[in-house]
């Protein structure tokens, strides 16, 4: 059933969830990082307090982020700005890098190269020595998600995600896009992505702006 069914069934209220990231972050050795993660700069503390200007106006409901440094500053500071709640979620850390965590890509290319084309050839599938792919954080952060848009319906929420939770949500929202092709749709530090989920059918409302 597609979404035209779906309203002229009668659409209920939406779930508005407001995505972005947390950052630019201190990382000037360009480090894959995961949890704890890396603090955020002051140029990201300032680029998170103009965006949560901007939908002040939507009365936000909760805010949610990852539990790691970035992801938990920026929660804070958000949810101050835009007088809600917010909640840290474990399952919405970013994945785990295992042996790579903390190696910039040119170190883990010089050391794991079979590696880097195995990634390269399954995107969503492959994952690092001891860490996870993206297929093990949809596991993951799926359910809260789910959880997400049945808590939240008729309200707006926002999600402090990273690269790959943010992936996640928008192949949540629109089932033609693979996992594995979830960097056609760019996510840059401190934009508001906005998704309208009429309950599990989403519609991708504004990228990146």
């Known amino acids: 059933m597609g979404l035209l069914a779906r309203f002229l069934d009668g659409a209920p209220a939406p779930l508005r969830l407001w995505l972005t990231r947390a950052g630019p972050v201190e990382n000037r050795e360009g480090v894959l990082y995961s949890h704890p993660g890396l603090p955020l700069t002051q140029t990201g503390r300032v680029a998170l307090e103009a965006l949560a200007a901007r939908i002040e106006e939507d009365a936000v409901a909760h805010v949610y982020a990852a539990d790691s440094r970035a992801e938990a500053e920026a929660a804070r500071l958000l949810a101050a700005r835009l007088g809600a709640p917010y909640t840290l979620e474990p399952a919405l850390r970013e994945r785990a890098w295992g042996d790579w965590e903390g190696l910039p890509f040119a170190a883990v290319r010089r050391r794991w190269p079979e590696l880097v084309e195995r990634w390269k050839r399954d995107e ?82 504004r990228l990146n702006g």
């Open 124 to 205: 969503a599938g492959f994952a690092p020595p001891a860490g996870e792919s993206l297929a093990d954080v949809e596991r993951r952060a799926g359910p809260l998600f789910d959880d997400l848009i049945e808590r939240h319906a008729g309200q707006a929420v926002v999600l402090v995600g990273n690269c790959t939770v943010n992936r996640v949500a928008l192949a949540r929202a629109l089932p033609f896009l693979p996992l594995a092709e979830g960097l056609r749709l760019e996510q840059d530090y401190a934009r508001w992505t906005l998704l309208r989920f009429y309950g599990k059918d989403g519609v991708l409302a």
